[in-house]
């Protein structure tokens, strides 16, 4: 089944700075990665996802690129704020299962400093 | 987008008693449904499959006879905790995938379940 690793745990950016985000997956099937946003003691919400057929997804000061040969996918966020201070999943479908089930990174856990 | 809601938001419960989770797509269908459980400072684990009209599929180490689930309708599911312990204390998150949104999971509030 499909394995996704994430790096890095935890993450401390000054704000304004950017951040970066990595996750890798096993199945070279996937084709779907979702990225969501968890805040304390509340569900996660998706924040961006890329599909396979493309390289890199943007909106405003979020984007997610894709390198499907190495396997691997990266959540960008420019000009961070105290705001975006959560813990961030990676996702990846597991293929071939028709009920579309995820399975998430390990989580990292950013915090922007004002 | 599309909204799951999930009830109770919290219940503190004795070892040895069953505990009801409900998680309900507000405003679509729901075939399949997912349960996670997220411990503190972890990440989700799934833990079953839930489909509209048949049998749900567990994950692998995930008791079938102690958490229960039953997707009786297209927007309703329930996981139910049997004979709780203090261990099963957990955050018990449910997920619904929106077949007109490009398969996207959208995500229930969650339940804090404590286990005494």
């Known amino acids: 089944g499909e394995n996704v690793e994430q790096h890095p745990s935890t993450l401390s950016v000054q704000e304004g700075d950017s951040a970066v985000i990595k996750c890798t997956y096993s199945?070279?099937?996937?084709?779907?990665f979702p990225w969501y946003k968890q805040e304390l003691g509340k569900r996660p919400q998706l924040i961006i996802d890329i599909r396979s057929n493309v390289g890199e997804k943007k909106d405003q000061r979020i984007a997610v690129t894709l390198n499907k040969t190495a396997k691997h996918f990266s959540l960008h966020i420019t000009e961070t704020q105290p705001e975006d201070s959560a813990v961030y999943f990676c996702a990846a479908p597991t293929p071939g299962d028709s009920s579309y089930k995820l399975i998430f990174g390990s989580g990292t856990r950013l915090l922007v400093r004002p | 987008g599309a909204v799951v809601s999930q009830h109770p938001s919290r219940v503190i419960c004795k070892s040895g008693t069953s505990v009801k989770i409900e998680c309900r797509s507000l405003d679509f269908q729901a075939t399949t449904m997912f349960w996670y459980r997220q411990f503190p400072k972890q990440s989700l684990m799934l833990m079953a499959t839930s489909n509209e009209g048949s049998k749900a599929t567990y994950e692998q180490g995930v008791e079938k006879d102690k958490f229960l689930i039953n997707h009786a309708s297209l927007t309703l599911s329930t996981l139910t905790v049997t004979s709780a312990h203090p261990e099963d204390s957990s955050f018990y998150i449910c997920?619904?995938?929106?077949?007109?949104?490009?398969?996207?999971?959208?995500f229930g509030p969650g339940t804090r379940l404590t286990v005494l």
């Open positions: 199945d070279s099937a996937s084709n779907y």
């Open positions: 997920s619904a995938r929106d077949l007109d949104h490009n398969n996207e999971q959208f």
